[in-house]
């Protein structure tokens, strides 16, 4: 392998070969106007927890659809259900159904790997 003078940092690698879209097919099946988001970053911006902890939506949709479970799960937890988001939101997704979804389909399926 040629050397360039930098790597790939390990963080910021996508690992296809473990990506299962099941979750977030679940999630699109049960609300379907996840589908829509532009990840305009209305909810982001408005987020009451972002101001408190470190908590991205647009991170958390980005994690959804790329199969990150693992993260996904632990970004999940902060997330305070004020519903802020929704009211901003220029698709009409309802976030904190999608939110609770997740938390749902995480907790089941904790013994099967996604």
């Known amino acids: ?3 360039f003078g930098y790597t790939i940092i390990k963080q910021r690698t ?6 299962n ?3 977030l097919n679940e999630i699109l099946l049960m609300e379907p106007s996840f ?3 532009l990840s305009c970053g209305g909810c982001t911006a408005t987020c009451s927890a972002g101001d408190l902890v470190n908590f991205n939506i647009r991170r958390m949709n980005l994690l959804l659809r790329r199969g990150e479970t693992a993260e996904l799960e632990s970004e999940i937890q902060k997330c305070m259900l004020c519903g802020k988001c929704m009211l901003v ?3 009409g997704i309802n976030l904190r ?3 609770m979804l997740i938390k749902k ?3 089941r399926n904790k013994t099967t790997k996604y």
């Open 97 to 99: 159904n999608v939110i």
């Open 35 to 37: 589908k829509v988001c």
């Open 105 to 107: 389909n995480i907790s």
């Open 21 to 23: 879209g099941r979750l």
């Open 89 to 91: 939101c220029p698709r």
């Open 1 to 3: 392998m040629k050397e």
């Open 14 to 19: 996508i690992d296809y070969d473990q990506f």
